[in-house]
């Protein structure tokens, strides 16, 4: 036993690393340069009234969610993940709720290499539909329904979409898949008609 520990010291040597090798973690900052470059959640408005939504970190596919059959704690973990920082984004630009009541949507996912990936394992119906799940309004449960169902409220969403059926929401086309930071951008648009 050495003294220190003798002593009751703290032990402040660096904690292994998670892949299990056995390297010590680098206790080094992220340098400036590439701490600007990581995209983070914002919200901008864009010209004819909508709203470009950027997410931060690899965009899912259909590939790894299981082609949709990924377990529900999963699942359910992302969606509330995505709609608290939904909501926030809606609220900090003091937007009302929902934003849209009918609107079109795309897609842009971007990697930072060239490598040839499949649209379609992006699209609202595969990869992107708990992102799409969590741009929702859902509206709040009444008390008779609140007793009715006898456990927790559903969520109400983040209020940015009235719903994603085709009568609310317009997909013009798949999802463009692009070079840059690894980040999933949403433009949300008025229906076309409506400005």
């Known amino acids: 036993?050495?003294?220190?520990?003798?002593?009751g010291a703290v032990d402040k040597s660096p904690a292994p690393n998670?892949?299990?090798?056995?390297?010590?973690?680098?206790?080094r900052p992220v340098p400036a340069a590439l701490a600007a470059r990581q995209p983070t959640w914002a919200a901008a408005p864009l010209p004819g009234g909508g709203w470009r939504i950027t997410v931060p970190g690899r965009p899912v596919s259909s590939n790894q969610s299981g082609?949709?059959?990924?377990?529900?704690?999963?699942?359910?973990?992302r969606k509330a993940g995505y709609l608290h920082a939904l909501t926030l984004l809606r609220l900090s630009n003091g937007l009302p709720r929902p934003v849209f009541e009918r609107a079109t949507?795309?897609?842009?996912?971007?990697?930072?290499?060239?490598?040839?990936r499949d649209p379609r394992n992006f699209d609202i119906g595969a990869g992107a539909k708990v992102l799409v799940d969590a741009l929702l309004c859902r509206p709040?449960?009444?008390?008779?329904?609140?007793?009715?169902?006898?456990?927790?409220?559903?969520?109400?969403?983040?209020?940015?979409?009235?719903n994603d059926d085709?009568?609310?929401l317009r997909v013009p086309g798949e999802p463009s898949i692009e070079v840059g930071a690894l980040r999933t951008e949403i433009v949300l648009g008025p229906w076309e008609g409506e400005a």
Do not use: V
């Not at 082609?67 to 973990?77: D, F, K, N, Y």
């Open 1 to 7: 036993m050495n003294r220190n520990a003798a002593r």
């Open 18 to 27: 998670d892949s299990g090798s056995g390297r010590e973690r680098s206790s």
């Open 67 to 77: 082609g949709g059959h990924e377990h529900w704690a999963a699942r359910s973990s």
């Open 105 to 116: 949507l795309a897609i842009a996912c971007y990697f930072p290499t060239r490598r040839e």
């Open 140 to 162: 709040e449960p009444t008390p008779m329904q609140l007793f009715a169902l006898r456990r927790k409220p559903p969520t109400p969403g983040s209020g940015w979409l009235r």
């Open 166 to 168: 085709p009568e609310h």
